[in-house]
């Protein structure tokens, strides 16, 4: 992640929260809409940097 204010944190939270929520049988389309929903938030260079992490985590899921 690249947008530069904690975003190494905000990774692993990236990380840890979509492998639970996953796990919690939760579908990756939410997750996905999650960050569609987070651009207007958090601004949109951070929820690009967090929809290619959370696309790490799903496809690490998916084996």
């Known amino acids: 992640m690249t ?3 904690g975003t190494d944190a905000a ?3 990236i990380c840890l ?3 639970a929520t996953l796990a919690n049988g939760d579908a990756p ?3 996905r809409e ?3 929903h987070s651009a207007v938030y958090c601004g ?3 929820a690009l940097d ?3 992490k959370l ?3 799903l496809d690490a899921a998916n084996g």
């Open 3 to 5: 947008s530069g204010r």
């Open 17 to 19: 929260i979509g492998s």
């Open 44 to 46: 949109f260079p951070a």
């Open 55 to 57: 696309t790490e985590v």
């Open 11 to 13: 990774a692993s939270r």
């Open 29 to 31: 389309q939410e997750l």
């Open 34 to 36: 999650l960050m569609v």
């Open 50 to 52: 967090a929809s290619r």
